[in-house]
């Protein structure tokens, strides 16, 4: 329990080095850490949608593949996600030993880890990244059908004298089926997309005032915060303790089995709320550090998908659209579901309200309307 990480194999990240005053102690193995922290914050915040993506990633670093198969097993790309020790814990079940904090140096935080397990454990609606999708179609899978709602597929197509890129819905059924639609027209239509949804300088400058108004506002709400945690904190040490003086007294299995699982469950409440009152230098406290490339992004969206390669520009649609955009042969985008800060300097830039309702389209209509 002194927070030392003992095995016979140092996991893969870390490696052991002898310390003075410590012995050996898990020290991060580069190039592999920033490897683990980028897989992991990745997924954390969604940039990696399933475990299928990160196996990918991990397939190209030969570091952290098997070598008969040149590929990395799910099983170990499972356990690599879900071990707490990369943010900073110790955990040994095998020997009943409860999660503790670790003395070796974290890789990401344990909010981090928690939103990483939320992920693994949860059917959140995505569009993953199939192994076929390539630098050649960025938007297969994330363009729909509007009529059917399928995910569109695409492939070249060829030609007389040449190969020709096309996207098409592969539904039977669908009005629409197997039409082709040509890739310079539905991402250059996308192009377009994104060009028009740049605010002008006076909406997006007085929009950065208002949101560092908010920030400071929530600097000076902080103090309160950390109050709150505070006495959070207290409560669940507090019912700790009556829940440990009941399992004491406790004679009958099953209660003692409800009891410890009780215990547990408060552990890693009083884990997850000292991560989250402890003081780190990760978080900055300076709005144009913390919001800079977001701040980016919504000045110019164009600019990620001009400069990023695919798993970047794949990003776009997802944060300008929530990862799925229904696209129709006549009509083009149908862009119901832009992000809501967009939305909002759209109808500030056009004069309108923010954030009022939308006008529900369906495939039957003859003109499709492309109002933001």
């Known amino acids: ?94 020997w009943n030993i409860p999660l503790i904090k670790g003395k070796h140096e974290p890789l990401v935080s344990y909010e981090t880890h928690e939103r990483v397990l939320k992920r693994l454990n949860s059917n959140w609606p995505v569009a993953p990244v199939r192994k076929d999708t390539h630098e050649d179609f960025p938007l297969r899978g994330i363009v729909t059908c509007a009529c059917c709602g399928r995910a569109m597929t695409a492939a070249w197509s060829t030609g007389r004298n040449r190969r020709y890129p096309y996207y098409f819905c592969q539904n039977k059924v669908c009005e ?21 949804l740049r605010p002008d300088k006076a909406v997006y400058t007085a929009f ?24 959070e904190l207290a409560h669940v040490e507090r019912k700790s303790a009556q829940v440990m003086e009941r399992l004491m007294l406790a004679d009958s299995p099953p209660l003692i089995a409800a009891y410890e699982e009780q215990v547990r469950k408060l552990h890693t409440q009083k884990i997850a709320l000292q991560e989250k009152l402890a003081p780190t230098a990760e978080t900055p406290l300076d709005f144009e550090q913390t919001y800079r490339t977001a701040m980016e992004f919504i000045e110019n969206p164009q600019r990620i998908w001009v400069s990023s390669r695919l798993p970047g520009r794949r990003i776009v649609p997802k944060l300008l659209f929530g990862g799925r955009l229904p ?31 939308g006008r529900t389209r369906t495939c039957n209509q003859t003109v499709m309307s492309r109002r933001l």
């Open 327 to 357: 696209y129709h042969r006549i009509g083009g985008y149908r862009t119901d579901g832009i992000a809501q800060p967009f939305k909002a300097l759209a109808a500030i830039q056009a004069g309108e309200p923010a954030g009022g309702p």
């Open 176 to 196: 629409q089926g197997r039409k082709s639609i040509r890739k310079e027209r539905i991402e250059g239509e996308f192009e377009a997309l994104q060009s028009s």
């Open 1 to 94: 329990m002194s927070g030392y990480a003992i095995c016979s194999k140092s996991p893969i990240g870390y490696r052991y080095k002898k310390l003075e005053g410590q012995g050996k102690t898990l020290v991060p193995d580069e190039p592999r850490a920033s490897i683990v922290r980028e897989v992991l914050e990745n997924l954390a915040s969604g940039r990696f949608s399933s475990q299928i993506e990160v196996k990918r990633h991990l397939d190209r670093f030969p570091d952290f593949t098997d070598k008969s198969t040149g590929t990395m097993r799910y099983q170990r790309v499972r356990e690599l996600l879900e071990q707490p020790i990369y943010a900073g814990y110790l955990r040994g079940p095998r």
């Open 208 to 231: 950065h005032e208002k949101l560092r108004d908010l920030w400071d506002t929530r600097v000076l709400r902080e103090a309160e915060h950390q109050q709150s945690l505070n006495a």
